[in-house]
């Protein structure tokens, strides 16, 4: 059974920061895909921030500078590190796990809240 579990969500207040996790259980992790959305009250579900397989790594517009992405294939986990966060950073993050041929899979999502 593929589980995927997000991790490390809360409050912070602007300009702070806070690393997301995300664990795999019952996937070959290494080969994997793996993305970071959100979702925000009222809007459509976003990437955020993409990382290959190999560790090449692409983000939003409105995340570059101030999110970074890194897995541990040792360990089956993905971060997200985000710093300068905004309001606007508001969300549900989720974990996305994709293989062309094994499938696609999601967390349950962590809530990040950036507010004074």
């Known amino acids: 059974q593929v589980q995927l579990v997000e991790s490390g969500g809360g409050l912070v207040q602007p300009g702070g920061s806070l690393t997301l996790s995300c664990a795999a259980s019952g996937i070959i992790f290494g080969i994997f895909h793996m993305n970071w959305y959100r979702q925000a009250p009222g809007k459509e579900r976003e990437l955020v921030a993409a990382?290959?397989?190999?560790?090449?790594?692409n983000y939003a517009d409105s995340v570059k500078g101030r999110f970074t992405i890194s897995r541990d294939n040792a360990k089956d986990t993905m971060y997200l590190q985000m710093n300068s966060l905004k309001p606007d950073d508001t969300a549900v993050y989720y974990c996305n796990a994709q293989h062309l041929n094994l499938g696609d899979y999601w967390g349950q999502g962590t809530q990040v809240t950036v507010s004074s």
């Open positions: 990382i290959s397989s190999v560790g090449s790594s």
